[in-house]
């Protein structure tokens, strides 16, 4: 199998006969060997017996429904670990983006690349509440992060299948999968991919979704950096915490033998007793970072490094 298509489909009724008819046109052109995995995100119209009818005419097309909505993240989720292609490309089911993009996005992954990224260079939707807060979200996902994207929202991807095994995805966490398989070493590219307006159905996202992103990117930037060393994020901020108390309880002491102010009427005094407090507790927290980690890794038998190869290793051996 060449590639899987993964689509999560929610409350798409009046899409999915034009999805399936567009991505089976754009693919009948090549001669790859592909599926197309529709994953019914708890839909309540008529999407999943839409669904249920083109995958009894189609065996390429494989649908898996949930039995409420869970979301787009483990929607996709669902598809990836379905997925059995050599490359995994998910896109939305709502007609905006293009199938008859793939092959171009498949042959940036031949060339070398292990994640492709679609950008939406030319994108169909209003600026005030879509294209400026995906700016601002592209900014700093790619700033915090180290990997460089314009479209880290835009669905529409292309993933070699080892890549994604070792990813677990939560929350929003699929707009994240560039800069989590890039931790574990995966090459990552962009190209510019087409964009249409949503021409039925209703976008299942507002405003309120630009909170969630950044919620989710201060866990992926915490993972990413500190997720085997807690204490190093955290004790390093209570060692801070403690020595600024210090400098404020010297200065209260200062205060008192050479300017005869009484300890207790310095506000600065109040300051020592917090900040020592804060970074004890910031201390505290880091120590039981490590426990959990501990837990995390070991429990999971998960290790803190990402091998490429091995020569003349014996799988038994590790
Ligand atoms: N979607 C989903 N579950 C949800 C919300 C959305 O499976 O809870 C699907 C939706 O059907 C569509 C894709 O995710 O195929 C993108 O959603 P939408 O078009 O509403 O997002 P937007 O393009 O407005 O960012
Ligand atoms: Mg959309």
Known sequence: MDLSVVVPIYNEEENVALLYERVTAALAVTDLCYELILVDDGSSDRSYLLLKDIASQDQRVKVIRFRRNFGQTAAMAAGFDAASGRVVVPMDGDLQNDPTDIPR????IDEGNDVVSGWRKDRQDTFINRKLPSMIANGLISRFTGVHLHDYGCTLKAYRKEVLEGINLYGEMHRFVPALASQVGAKVTEIPVKHHPRLYGTSKYGISRTVRVVLDLMTVKFLLQYSTK????????????????????????????????SMNRNPLWILTVFLVFMGVQFIVLGLLGELNARTYYEAQGKPIYVVRERLNIEREAL
Do not use: N
């Open 105 to 108: 996005l498949l042959a940036k």
């Open 230 to 261: 807690p204490i190093q994020l955290f004790g390093k901020w209570g060692v801070y915490t403690i020595f600024a108390g210090m400098m404020s309880g010297l200065a209260t002491l200062y205060m008192k033998i050479f300017e005869h102010m």
